[in-house]
């Protein structure tokens, strides 16, 4: 079984001020990490993922995650946030080796409000 | 790709009714997921399918709860003899060969 805990449920900052979101997981297996991000009103939209390869792994809208496997985390960072980014924000895992069929465990979510 | 679409957006239903739901995924993506999200809560798992096999059930999913893919394409989830506790985003994902899925905008059902 896996499980995966979000630190902050919610988290205030002000525009262009660096943030972090903490994300820990448990797994007797190995896993794939992966942030998704929901905008009001709107489904989960992947943000990055980490499969195999660089433990640190960038999205196209300046935010990155590092995996560290000896800490079990994949925490997610942005050096300067805009007002835009304000959405929640959900880290999850799955099963790498495939016998969970490559399902979601979730975490419960980190709110993410920039202020300007 | 026209994305993942799911109908209706919202249902709004009382005690004891019946509900279905329909989830269409991208076209050529053969592995389909249902998840359940409440308030303040992430998604959880529901159950699964690769093409029209159902190959797993959450223990979530109680008898009320059927879900099905005909032909592998669009997929139902229909709950019977609705509960309040049953107030929740359903969500419906999809994916390929990797391991990416990708989330419709999910049906938001109301249980009065």
């Known amino acids: 079984a896996q499980s995966v805990t979000q630190l902050d449920s919610q988290v205030p900052v002000f525009e262009e001020a660096p943030v972090e979101l903490r994300c820990n997981y448990s797994?007797?297996?190995?896993?794939?990490l992966f942030w998704y991000v929901q905008y009001p009103n709107q489904g989960l939209q992947l943000l990055l993922k980490?499969?195999?390869?660089?433990?640190l792994v960038e999205s196209i809208n300046g935010f990155e995650a590092e995996f560290n496997k000896s800490q079990t985390s994949f925490h997610l960072r942005k050096p300067s946030v805009h007002i835009s980014d304000t959405a929640e924000y959900f880290c999850a895992v799955s099963d790498s080796g495939g016998t969970s069929y490559g399902k979601l465990t979730f975490g419960q979510g980190t709110i993410l409000t920039v202020h300007p | 790709d026209t994305g993942v679409s799911q109908d209706p957006r919202h249902k709004i239903t009382k005690r004891g009714q019946n509900v279905t739901f329909r989830c269409d995924p991208i076209s050529e993506h053969n592995r389909l997921y249902w998840y359940r999200q409440t308030l303040g809560q992430g998604p959880e798992f529901l159950t699964y399918f690769q093409n029209e096999a159902q190959l797993e059930k959450s223990r979530l999913l109680s008898d009320r709860f059927s879900a099905e893919r005909p032909k592998g394409s669009f997929s139902t989830l229909e709950i019977q003899r609705t509960e309040q506790g049953d107030s929740a985003m359903y969500l419906c994902?999809?994916?390929?060969?990797?391991?990416?899925?990708?989330f419709g905008p999910g049906t938001r059902l109301t249980v009065t």
């Open positions: 994902a999809s994916r390929q060969n990797s391991y990416e899925q990708y």
């Open positions: 797994s007797s297996v190995s896993v794939y």
């Open positions: 980490y499969l195999s390869g660089s433990t």
